[in-house]
């Protein structure tokens, strides 16, 4: 019966996959296909070159598997354009029979799911283990000695790796108190001392270690840096407290003390956040529940078996495909371009925007929409554009705003290619930098837009409660409230309104007028402490500059001190 439940469970979350890459299929002619799998099929050949070969990590661990996820999900949609099989793996051509076949590990999607499979088994005889996160590693001993170690490969032919594993000390030459034929499979990993998942995450770790098997030579600093974690006896005691208590004995007690007993998803999820808050000497991206029970390994598969998943910590860094470029226009006419992405998961976060900084990057970096971009956090909150991962073959053309037309001194009125300059120009001034209108915020600003009361940054100043009111949505008495702020903003210090038109707090504190402010020169400016030729120079525009002074005008018709 649980063998009937797991299988529905399988067939479940497959069912629930296909339809996903159903749904996620491109909408791509088959000309674009072959041309968009081709492009993603040689970047992951690249990064496998350079991962194998040449022993660097061009992107994240995490990022490369997506990317190979994402390659699969195409190619189930356009079977007919699906490229040759990558090259460069680290075990291509790997042709020793591995002892015991390498299964493998279902990955379970969330908590929801494994505690549906810890409920088919009852909470009885389950384990969890820290997922290392390295390569697999299986290793031969008789009569003791190591006989032989392979990699993984297909999960029944690897690579032979018995010469590299005489020069790794991690991996026992000799086993003390070993029965005559043993049979160990884990990870080698890259030594990490220290190391803390949840906030260093996985450092390309993985990738490091299969660089330094690829290479033809091991020298020993590389091989000291390489560890082992025995996650498996595959031919040991039936039950789990037997088979640990054989590995401590065989003297891999460090391996077997990261095995724990479990009943409830509650003990599951305290030793994951244990391992991944906390110090591991290794990376580990997720954790392993087993069945300390399970069949016989000599009826074990190269597939995913039904008595030991995974479930993966949240990604650290994410493949995301743009759906659009914005350009942003911020107050001093800054122009950002922001990406729109279809939406990652990032630890808690759900992404779907993302800045690229600057204008110059965005085009160094020609972003467009269809590319694959590398996403992270910065400081475990901020998604940041880490890297372009790889680009759509058909460039999309974009409308990119032309940034001689905007400055510190541009938009002051609303007229055509000012609309976000103007509108952040208003969200500023009413804002906690300017005049601290409580309740004014962008959404108001754009209502009053819309309405065609704005065409001036000031003409808010003059707008009746009358006129308030007939603006859609916001009724007499939200009009009479804000007519009464606006009215308030006329008693607000000088200095005030300047840091609302954008002068800094700093050099606004030290004006008393308009008028002796607009006539100084360059070098007076100078003399105040902080400030130099250039922000002089910008002084003296700002004040200077005749939209600004045709708005100032206005306040000092209406009587605001120091206009």
Known sequence: MRKEAWLLLVAVIALTLDAAHAAACPDWSPAQAGQELAALHDRLDGWNHAYRVEGRSPVDDAVYDQAQQRLDQWQRCFPAQAPAALKHLADAGGRITSPVAQTGLAKLPDAAALAQWMDQRGGRDLWVQP?????????????GRLRQASSRGDGLHGSDWTALAQRIAAIPKQLLHAPGRVVLQGELYWRLPGHVQADAGGV??????????????????????????????????????????????????????????????????RWREQWYRHALPFAADGTVVRQGHRPA???????????????????????????????????????????????????????QRVSVGSLRRWRQLDIRPGDQVEVVLAGLTIPRLKSVAWRAQQRAALSVPDPKSHSAL?????????????????????????????????????????AGLLHGLLDWTELTPQQLASVPGLGSSRAAVLARSFAATRMQPFARWLQALGVSPGVAAGLTDWSSASARRAGEWQSISGIGAARADQLVAFFGCPELREQVARLHEAGVQGF
């Open 131 to 143: 997922k290392a996160d390295g390569v697999a590693v299986t290793l031969l001993y008789v009569d």
């Open 204 to 269: 390309n770790a993985r990738s490091a270690v299969a660089g330094a098997l690829a290479r033809e030579h091991l020298d020993d600093a590389t091989a000291a840096r390489i560890g082992l974690f025995v996650w498996d006896w595959p031919s040991g005691p039936a039950d789990m407290p037997a088979r640990l208590a054989g590995l401590a004995a065989m003297g891999l007690s460090e391996s077997a003390s990261y095995t724990k007993p479990v009943r409830t998803l509650a003990e599951v999820t």
């Open 297 to 351: 390994a000599s009826s074990w598969k190269a597939a995913p078996p039904d008595w030991a998943v995974a479930w993966k910590y949240p990604a650290a860094s994410a493949l995301a495909e743009v759906r659009a470029v914005d350009f942003t226009i911020g107050r001093s006419g800054r122009i950002t371009p922001v990406l729109q992405l279809e939406p990652v998961q990032l630890d808690d976060h759900r992404v």
């Open 410 to 450: 541009t938009c002051w009125r609303l007229s055509p290619g000012c609309e976000q300059q103007f509108l952040a120009r208003l969200v500023w001034l009413g804002g906690k930098q300017g005049l601290r209108l409580e309740g004014v915020g962008a959404d108001t600003w754009q209502t009053l837009v819309e």
